[in-house]
């Protein structure tokens, strides 16, 4: 779609370069709304090895700009099989456990029904920069206040510069200062939260992948299940590669390292999955340096913006668990929908009624999402009450959970916030 001509009479700041702030900007493009990206990095960069997109997802990134699908279709790896082309994992035993089955024996397929695909986030984040123009980024920028002005905000960095906008959007991931900044330092929402789990990450050369498991396996993603831990491997990089995540319980349930991301071994992860059956045992061997993750989502927020001058978007609203693999697609979503709003007004009076309408649309949707999340963790590692590992339960339970995210009408989405944007009563 053509970009207006008319360039808007405000502008957008918009902390962090991620694929929520630069799928934010790409949308923004379009409707000539002037926007600055402040990235905290010297470079553009994505933490972790492989991101997945869902059917949802990949409406998104037609509706935001085509060119965004076209570039994850370019990039994008799905299974090798053509009559798994639909699957989203096959579901396997990763441990023997009596009167259920044998280490390796399958029990379930899940089917996503539509397109989908994992890639690299650095292979994806490359596309959407090669959308942006060069001059719209500020590198080294790390976040210190946000000061509300007459025209609009003031951003103040940590290296004693500033920056004025109209509003500014924080697209600052987990450990988002925009949000302690909008929520207020003394709001538990404001802060991370460790959610028991903590995974092992790492990419397999698909050769020594295929060698150890064979073909079907190591090609197909698959996901083996035990008490308290489940591994995904997921082919990426156009087959070339295997990514492997590795997740188990912390059953004192903290976290007592200040980093989330730490160094780990060989030995430590094969000791934490040493009651695992020979085909988990064999693919986590083939793991040279193992990182090990905590995973930490977001509490409900009370609001995803204040006023006319500050919101949220992606993961600095709703980080989640990665266990419905649809945490960078919410981030498309909200992209969609905000930038599309923003677009839809005639003037900076009016940005609070965009992000008013953003926030009765996505809030409720992505705090769901969250909350569905740590469910699904839990199932996956067969703690979940009422089900364990009753696999009846289980395979009730996967073949609807994900259908209200996979299945998600967003132009619907859009047409109930235009109804919220073009409501006088609040504006």
């Known amino acids: ?26 949308g923004l493009l379009r409707y000539n709304v002037p926007f600055r990206i402040y990235e905290a990095a010297v470079a553009f960069s994505e933490v972790g090895a492989g991101v997945a997109f869902s059917p949802n997802a990949l409406r998104a990134m037609e509706l935001l700009d085509p060119r965004i699908r076209a570039g994850f279709e370019k990039r994008a790896t799905n299974n090798a099989c053509a009559d798994k082309c639909d699957t989203w994992f096959e579901h396997r035993f990763g441990m023997d456990i009596t009167g259920r089955g044998k280490a390796g024996e399958k029990f379930y397929e899940s089917k996503v029904g539509a397109a989908q695909g994992a890639l690299h986030r650095a292979a994806f984040l490359d596309e959407l920069v090669a959308l942006m123009p060069k001059e719209v980024v500020s590198f080294n920028k790390k976040l210190y206040d946000i000061e509300e002005t007459e025209a609009g905000v003031c951003l103040r960095f940590e290296d004693g510069s500033y920056a004025e906008a109209s509003a500014v959007i924080g697209c600052d991931g987990v450990k988002s200062r925009v949000r302690r900044i909008l929520l207020g330092e003394q709001d538990e929402a404001a802060y991370p939260q460790f959610t ?32 308290h831990g489940h591994l995904i491997a997921v082919p990426v990089g156009k087959g070339e590669f295997l990514n492997i995540v590795a997740y188990r319980t912390k059953h004192n349930g903290k976290w007592e390292d200040e980093r989330w991301v730490v ?147 967003l132009e619907d989405d859009f047409g109930h916030a235009l109804q919220a944007l073009n409501d006088e009563q609040y504006f």
């Not at 990450?201 to 079907?216: F, K, T």
């Open 1 to 26: 779609m053509t970009a207006l001509k008319q360039e808007k009479d405000f502008n957008i700041a918009i902390v962090g370069g991620g694929i929520a702030g630069l799928t934010l900007a790409i």
């Open 196 to 227: 028991k789990k903590y995974a092992y990450r790492g990419l397999i050369p698909m050769n020594e992948a295929a060698a150890a498991l064979g073909d079907d396996l190591a090609r197909n993603s698959q996901m083996w299940h035990g008490h």
């Open 263 to 409: 160094p780990s071994s060989k030995e430590n992860m094969l000791q934490d999955f040493e009651a695992w059956g020979d085909q988990v045992k064999s693919i986590l061997g083939l793991v040279k340096q193992p990182d090990l993750w905590a995973l930490f989502d977001y509490p409900p927020a009370k609001t995803y913006y204040r006023g006319r001058t500050i919101a949220i978007l992606g993961d600095a609203a709703h980080a989640s668990t990665p266990h419905q693999a649809s945490g960078a697609g919410m981030a498309v979503e909200d992209a969609y929908v905000l930038s599309t709003l923003l677009g839809s007004i005639d003037g900076s009076s009016k940005i609070e009624a965009a992000f008013y309408a953003y926030d009765s649309i996505r809030r409720g949707r992505t705090q769901k999402f969250v909350t569905t999340s740590r469910v699904a963790g839990e199932m996956y590692d067969f703690e979940l009450d009422g089900i364990g590992d009753n696999l009846e339960a289980f395979r009730f339970n996967l073949g609807r959970r994900l259908k209200w995210i996979w299945e998600h009408k």
